[in-house]
């Protein structure tokens, strides 16, 4: 098109061209060079306090300071001479919020109208940054020229930046810089305009307005900029060439007016300061970043300079940090009980990392265990937080490897193997196609299935690597699927390397993991157990044995199969059958020798229990060992078959078996080592399906070892459905100490820490260790956000309880019914109900129904149930989540001891309230529970009465603490049974709910409830002051850090 005067010639010169290889620039690539040329421009002549990218962090700054300064002045005893200045103070920070929020919104309107401008007319090529008091006086101008091809033309796609629009937009600023370009401010204060050339038939009037007339000063001179993509000759005007197409100038209604803040965001040291000199490097640094940036604290602890990747710190956190300092230092164990909410995990990382990188000539490796997946990803990813920020601070001498590691099924990423039903048949896909055997058969067959990430593992070799970094699990898996590396196997390679491992309570605990995947960390290693309320729980399960009819049946398939591959053996390869004969008669350990592939599970008795010793002569042979497996069989069936419930020890157990069976105790022992050594010989693949058979090898292994500790308990039926047939023979481990012992001797410092431990002197006497730290930490808030009340009578004044005695009795049904309608009429968003099993959960719903309260309840909100079945559980769950957000709000009704009441969080709005309906204490007629009361009682002077009041109250409090995610939620918890009244039921919760239940909300009716209710509501409505008044301390500086360092005071206000 012709050129107006002022415009230049057809020959255009440019001080700037900026070449891409991309074929064209597209309208993504166009906005953001537009959108990051905008922010240069007003940054680097001062026009705003900060890059682009940060003025959402001056602004929450500011908003803070202002908090701040009202908090002040709330306080009584400031000086006039001080409370004038914080006035003047506040009132120049509201004036600046302002002032930054106009430009915010501006900003963020005229980004809104460049989108809509490159949809409208995606081949823009002309568009001008002006500076100055109009756009025909100006100061500064920036004139930018695209080239496009025609694909851009036809733009519908979203405005992402992509990795080549960033590195295009360095190159860009980088290019300005060395120009010169915003070296000199501008005097007194401008406005950015922003002019585009496009199709005369644009119709954006709300945004854009014609300006035909449109042409420079003479003599004034802007900076030329020239955009030039792969197919650059490529020209665009040809495309306009109807008589409404021609090309004109509009101009952007939308104007940047001058924001010289006279104050910076969260500058308190002066009142007024002029704008700080903006360096070319400065601006690359800020405007380069891809995250946000942190305020963030380094302060030390005696002789630890510790790494706190926030602004601010909780005072239980550094509490926390200085307890678990001393445990370290002194080499031992500790219990800590922190509040929910309250940052544990990312105190226990800082203060472990940092303590790291303070010895760096004796680094410790950090094992973190946690219960579930999701608790790993979120450990995981604040320690990715923590890391960026030392490694920013420190450099390369702070990076480490950290990462998650978790079983086949959520790290594979071999479709066809992936396919496999569940985790057992996942493990049994990767061995058919990873097993060495089968590798050896596939370099003669190529018919032969092979993992192909498996085999570009092998192929690397001592090059498969991680490099430093932490690494989730989605991160693994992406990492192999880019270099074509399996995930599971090299990160169990990298372990021995990581500096951090993130991984399942069962890899130390239960011995038959714990002997293939955690054997090589070594002593100076600090082991975490998260959330280890019931720790002594998994301990006993990891030693615990069930066998039961259909369990002996599938054995006995499983031996029928063994030998039929015997005599195929026999047949076809003799020589195997004669080797492993052989090495047995030397008593050759098998396991050190075998590749990871090859490797099952390792032997379920603890290491220092295991033989080292030769195979017993009648079972070296392989024949001879199916038939003593043949006998044990029959023996485990004669003992099913019974009408009476049977208990006895494991001596007496093996002193009968030896009788009737012939099986002497030391051939038990090796039973499982054996059948082990046996499948490796046979080369057998189908490891999910012979697990029948190593159930009763992992039995018989562990009655042959254990004498103490342990009771075999043979029961016809389950007794709360007597009716059924269903016996079962099982092998109950009492002692949870026996599985944690190895544990404790082998690491110098293992920490068991959650929110609800208390009462905390109990778990060392479970466990038989003695911690150098044991303490319970407070909650530190600025205002009362828990609203714990136990309830002990309806409203007709009846009282409710779940005993045993009582839990039919339609009064109490009707009650529990009649608080939960009166509560969801008055509790907004979500409520949750625990109640103390299934089976009383379905009773008394299914009444509700009868009697119509069920459906009172579904008038208020929408009513979802948790079921045994997983799929079920999670779908409900997800449709609550959605009720919930969209205002309709709903009821999950769900059971202690469950899978949500130990997994599932319901901060915020997912609930406002919880209610626990009963006692959920454990069903005291079940004969392992009496078997293990009756030990405890014997071996460590535990009463039966404290340890079941124990165990039910830390899963009352287990359940109630969903609620309270963080200081910022709040809700209220209800104990609704007349049990908790009592002092010795109620003293067992932890302290931080302790502290907020008041004599006034103990013994309610149900009328008294909601009365509180209301008034809690109401008092939650308020604005939320995080920074806390009334002398309540709750966020600590770095400042206030180095004072109680200085001054010697470390005590903190509550």
Wanted: charged share 25%; net charge positive.
């Amino acid at each position: 098109m012709e050129m107006e005067e002022g415009e230049g010639s057809t020959e255009e010169k440019y001080d700037v061209e900026i070449a891409t290889t991309a074929s064209s620039l597209g309208g993504s690539g166009v906005f953001h060079i537009i959108n990051d040329i905008l922010g240069f421009v007003l940054y680097m002549h001062q026009q705003i306090p900060s890059v682009l990218q940060d003025m959402s962090l001056d602004f929450d700054g500011l908003q803070t300071e202002f908090t701040d300064l009202e908090a002040h002045l709330t306080q009584p005893d400031v000086k006039p001479v001080v409370r004038r200045k914080l006035l003047s103070r506040k009132r120049e920070v509201k004036h600046e919020i302002k002032k930054m929020q106009k430009l915010m919104t501006t900003i963020s309107t005229l980004r809104s109208a460049l989108q809509l401008l490159i949809r409208e007319a995606p081949g823009v090529q002309r568009v001008v940054l002006i500076l100055g008091g109009s756009p025909l006086r100006p100061q500064k101008a920036y004139e930018l020229f695209f080239t496009h091809s025609v694909d851009v033309l036809r733009f519908e796609g979203d405005f992402s930046k992509s990795k080549a629009t960033e590195a295009l937009s360095k190159k860009t600023i980088r290019a300005l810089i060395s120009t010169g370009a915003g070296s000199t401010s501008c005097p007194g204060p401008m406005r950015l305009f922003i002019l585009v050339q496009a199709p005369a038939s644009l119709n954006l009037p709300q945004h854009f307005l014609p300006k035909r007339d449109f042409r420079y000063n003479r003599k004034f001179v802007p900076l030329k900029l020239r955009f030039k993509c792969k197919t650059q000759d490529n020209e665009t005007d040809s495309l306009f060439n109807s008589d409404t197409n021609y090309l004109i100038w509009f101009q952007c209604r939308h104007l940047v007016n001058n924001t010289q803040a006279s104050i910076l965001a969260g500058n308190r040291s002066t009142l007024l300061s002029a704008p700080t000199p903006i360096s070319p490097v400065n601006f690359i640094c800020h405007s380069t970043r891809g995250r946000r940036r942190r305020k963030k604290m380094i302060f030390k602890i005696e002789d630890v300079t510790v790494y706190f990747p926030y602004d601010n710190i909780y005072p239980e956190q550094y509490e926390y940090m200085v307890e678990l300092k001393r445990a370290l230092d002194a080499k031992g164990h500790c219990l800590l009980e922190m509040p929910t909410g309250t940052g544990k995990t990312i105190a226990l990382l800082s203060l472990i990392t940092s303590y790291r990188l303070s010895r760096p000539d004796s680094p410790i490796k950090l094992v973190y265990c946690t219960r579930t997946v999701h608790e790993m990803e979120k450990t995981l990813g604040e320690l990715k937080i923590l890391h960026d920020y030392q490694v920013t601070h420190l450099g390369a001498q702070a990076k480490i490897l950290a990462l998650g590691l978790s079983s086949r099924k959520n790290l594979c990423v071999n479709p066809k193997v992936l396919a496999a039903e569940n985790r057992d048949s996942v493990d049994a896909a990767c061995r058919k196609r990873t097993a060495s055997w089968v590798r050896a058969l596939a370099a003669e067959n190529p018919n032969v299935e092979l993992c192909d990430y498996f085999e570009s593992y092998e192929k690397a070799a001592d090059n498969a690597l991680l490099p430093p970094g932490v690494y989730t699990l989605e991160d693994l898996r992406a990492f192999g699927k880019n270099r074509g590396w399996c995930p599971y196997f090299l990160a169990r390679h990298m372990v021995q390397f990581a500096n951090v491992i993130v991984y399942s309570y069962q890899y130390l605990l239960d011995p038959k993991v714990a002997g293939i995947i955690s054997k090589e960390l070594q002593k100076e290693s600090v082991i975490v157990f998260d959330e280890a309320h019931n720790i002594d729980n998994v301990c006993i399960e990891a030693l615990s044995v069930s066998v039961r009819r259909v369990t002996l049946e599938g054995a006995n398939r499983n031996l029928n199969k063994i030998r039929q591959e015997i005599d195929r053996f026999k047949a076809t390869d003799a020589g195997r059958l004669r080797a492993e004969y052989n090495r047995l008669i030397e008593g050759l350990a098998l396991r050190g020798d075998l590749s990871g592939t090859d490797q099952w599970l390792a032997n379920p008795a603890l290491p220092n229990d295991i033989l080292k010793e030769a195979v017993p002569g009648n079972i070296r042979r392989a024949e001879h060992f199916v038939h003593v497996l043949r006998r044990l069989l029959q023996y485990l069936e004669g003992r099913l078959d019974t009408e009476n419930v049977e208990k006895e020890s494991p001596v007496s157990f093996v002193s009968s078996l030896n009788s009737q069976a012939g099986i002497e105790q030391k051939t038990l022992k090796f039973c499982y080592d054996r059948l082990h050594s046996l499948m490796m010989t046979l080369e057998i693949t189908d490891t999910d399906e012979f697990l029948p058979i190593q159930t009763v090898c992992d039995f018989a292994t562990l009655v042959g070892t254990y004498a103490r500790g342990f009771s075999i308990i043979i029961e016809p039926y389950d007794e709360r459905m007597p009716h059924i047939p269903d016996p079962i023979l099982q092998l109950s481990c009492h002692d949870a100490s026996l599985a944690i012992k190895p544990v404790f001797d082998r690491f110098q410092s293992v920490v068991i820490t959650s929110g609800t431990l208390s009462p905390i002197d109990l778990y060392p006497r479970l466990l038989s260790f003695n911690p150098v730290v044991s303490r319970s930490f407070k909650m530190s808030m600025t205002r009362d956000c828990i609203c714990p009340m136990v309830l002990t009578r309806g409203s007709d004044q009846l009282p409710v309880s779940t005993k045993f005695d009582m839990r039919s009795d339609p009064g109490v049904v009707r009650n529990y019914g009649k608080l939960l309608v009166e509560m969801v009429s008055v509790v907004p968003d979500g409520v949750v109900c625990f109640f103390v099993s299934y089976s009383y959960m379905d009773g008394i719903i299914a009444t509700w129904n009868e009697t119509g309260i069920l459906k009172e309840i579904t008038q208020q909100k929408l009513v979802f149930f948790e079921t045994q079945d997983v799929v079920e559980t999670t779908l409900a769950l997800d449709n609550y989540r959605r009720a919930c957000d969209c205002g309709r709000g709903a009821v999950f009704f769900s059971v202690a001891r469950g899978k949500v009441a130990e997994g599932i969080d319901f901060d915020r709005h997912y609930g406002r309230l919880v209610v626990m309906f009963g006692v959920p204490f454990q069903y005291t007629l079940s004969k392992i529970l009496l078997a293990r009361l009756e030990y405890l009682r014997d071996t460590f002077q535990i009463k039966e009465g404290d340890f079941l009041t124990f165990d039910a109250l830390r899963q009352a409090a287990q359940c109630v603490g969903r609620v309270i995610r963080s200081k910022a939620d709040y809700g209220m918890m209800i104990f609704a049974d007349k049990r908790y009244s009592r002092h010795d039921k109620r003293s067992k919760l932890p302290g931080w709910i302790l502290s907020h239940l008041r004599d006034a909300h103990l013994n309610l009716s149900t009328d008294m409830a909601i009365h509180i209710a209301r008034e809690f509501l109401r008092k939650m409505a308020q604005p939320y002051d995080k920074t806390g008044t009334m002398g309540r301390k709750t966020l600590l500086t770095q400042e206030d850090l180095e004072k109680m360092a200085e001054t010697g005071v470390q005590d903190m206000v509550y």
